[in-house]
Structures are given as structure tokens and as C-alpha cells.
């Protein structure tokens, strides 16, 4: 729904200025308010926790849709705002449920941003990609027999036996989720998102891959012990 | 969801290659990030490897990596 002003909106630069101004004025007092005790309080204490933690959690949104602002088609004000306090109510809602597993290891206010900027990184590639089709394409088959390491430096092309390793030592799914994350650059928690399963789990079959193509290629002697082109 | 074989760049061939060990999960990662943003930040601090590989490797935990580092990093203002 188009947001009506009654005056010209504020450029961007005016908003992150007075933003970075606000948030200096807050950093001192944040770090230094027990947040545990008062998100664990009733009444009025937990009240004003909340809306403590409220205002944290926008300050981290805005902070990293500012900085990702470039991959909106849309970043005019009222849209980042928008975006902003949709992030910093979801990030608040799983900040809260893991509440009981801040440990202390840092500050609680650290602890906090990062449940925002985790948010903030999902939605704006989300929007990002949300008419965008991914594709999940295999690697091209080389036309050649691979020759062996000693026909590698003449040929000076590593990326025409990857392929070929990747044909010989991957699975297609395997090599399907490779080129979407690393050729195709589609982003982590979008493919996650599209193929209903988890960034940890394609960032895992990356590992994997990884691991295999090195492990392949060292024994072919296209790479030395150290993963240096051999 | 298919499309014509890809052909591999420079860029990917780099990526693909790249050595992610020790293995550090995107879970743990966003589990220890606090800590290790904060850490990252200390002159005094070794960064763990496990988390230095994880960021080379997922570019979507090195930016929130980066922004928290950012964020906290701030100087503040008179």
C-alpha cells in the first residue's frame, strides 16, 4: 500500500545521519542495562525492556538494510522503512525465543544485533529475488578426454578440468547446487528458501563438494597436497 | 528449474577450490558470531580458524559478519 506524505520525504542521507545520531546517544546506556533481568521481569519492568529491546532491534535492521540498500529495486525511505520494522518484529520474536540461551560469551546488545542483521540480510535478498526464476543447471561436459597433468600447463585451463571433476567425483545434485551458490551467485537462505530446506544445509553440500573436487583433483595431480595448481 | 549447462568462470573456479576447513557450520557460526565479531574487533584476539574459513566460504554469514562488526565498531560521536 503507497504511503501518503503530506510533505516531500527525507532524503536518505538525512535518515542515516539522524539514525547514527541516535544510536551513539543509546550505545552507552544499552550495554550497560541488565536486559536478562528485565526481559525476565513482569509488569512495567518487562514493558520497558521490551520496548528497549524494540528500539535495539530497529537500530541493527536499519543499520544492515542501509548497507544492503543497493540490492532494492525499491529504496525509497518509506519502503526501507517498511522493510525495517517488518525485520526488527521477526527479529525480535527469535531473539526472544532463545533468550535462555544468551550465555554472556559477549555483550547482550551484540548478542542482540545479530538476530536483526540475520533478518534484515534474509529479507532484503528475499525482495531481491522475488521475481527472479533460479535456475538449476548442471556444468557444461568438456567435448575432450581429460589429458593428464602434464598436458595441464599447456592447456592452462583449471576451469576445464573442474568441470570434468565434477562430472567424474559429484553427484548432479550435488553439482546443481554449486552452480546456482557459486556460478549463478544466487543467494544461500533465497535457494534455501525456493528448494524448502536450510542455509546450514547447502552450505554443507558445499562443503562437501569443495572437500571432493580438491580431494579429486590432488589425486588426478591437477592440484599439489596443498590444493596449488600442480 | 533447469536451464543450459554452466560454464565456469574464473570466479567459480576460485570458489570452488577454496579450502573451508576446520568445518564450522552456518548454524554455529551465527551461534558464535557474537563472540567472535567482538573478538575480531580485540587487537589482542587470535580469530579462530574455524570461523575465519566459514566466512571465506558463505558469503551471506561474511556480510553478517561484517555489518555486526560495523555496527559495534562504531565510534561514538560528541
Known amino acids: 500500500m503507497p504511503i501518503i506524505r503530506s510533505e516531500p520525504a527525507p532524503s536518505l542521507d538525512r535518515i542515516e ?14 550495554i550497560a542495562f541488565d536486559w536478562v533481568a528485565g526481559l525476565n521481569a513482569t509488569g512495567r519492568e518487562r514493558e520497558d525492556a521490551l520496548r528497549r529491546l524494540h528500539a535495539l532491534m530497529v537500530r541493527a535492521a536499519g543499520h544492515q538494510v542501509w548497507r544492503l540498500r543497493g540490492l532494492l529495486a525499491d529504496d525509497s525511505p518509506g519502503t526501507i522503512e517498511d522493510i525495517v520494522n517488518l525485520v526488527a518484529d521477526d527479529a525480535m520474536t ?127 595431480g591437477h592440484l599439489d597436497s596443498q590444493g596449488g595448481i600442480a | 528449474m533447469s536451464g543450459p549447462a554452466a560454464r565456469l568462470t574464473s570466479q567459480a573456479v576460485q570458489a570452488l577450490l577454496l579450502d573451508t576447513e576446520p568445518w564450522l557450520s552456518c548454524e554455529d557460526c551465527f551461534h558464535l558470531l557474537d563472540q567472535h565479531v567482538e573478538a575480531v574487533l580485540d587487537p589482542d584476539a587470535r580469530p579462530d580458524p574455524a570461523f575465519v574459513a566459514h566466512l571465506a566460504g558463505c558469503p551471506a554469514c561474511a556480510e553478517e559478519a561484517a555489518a555486526l562488526a560495523a555496527l559495534i565498531a562504531r565510534p561514538p560521536e560528541g
Open chain 1, 17 to 30: 545521519s539522524a539514525r547514527h545520531k541516535d544510536i551513539d546517544r543509546d550505545t552507552h546506556t544499552d
Open chain 1, 94 to 220: 527469535a531473539l526472544l525465543g532463545k533468550l535462555d540461551t544468551f550465555e554472556g560469551r559477549s555483550r547482550f546488545t551484540t548478542w542482540a544485533f545479530k538476530f536483526a542483521i540475520y533478518q534484515a540480510g534474509n529479507e532484503v535478498r528475499r525482495r531481491q529475488w522475488q521475481h527472479r526464476q533460479v535456475e538449476l543447471r548442471d556444468v557444461a561436459t568438456p567435448a575432450d578426454p581429460s589429458p593428464g597433468p602434464e598436458h595441464h600447463a599447456e592447456a592452462g585451463d583449471l576451469a576445464v578440468e573442474l568441470s570434468r571433476a565434477m562430472h567424474a567425483a559429484l553427484t548432479p545434485h550435488q553439482r546443481r547446487i554449486a552452480v546456482a551458490l557459486l556460478v549463478d551467485e544466487v543467494p544461500i537462505d533465497v535457494l534455501a528458501e525456493r528448494l524448502a530446506t536450510t542455509r546450514g544445509a547447502l552450505y554443507k553440500t558445499l562443503h562437501d563438494v569443495r572437500s571432493r573436487l580438491r580431494a579429486h583433483l590432488v589425486a588426478s
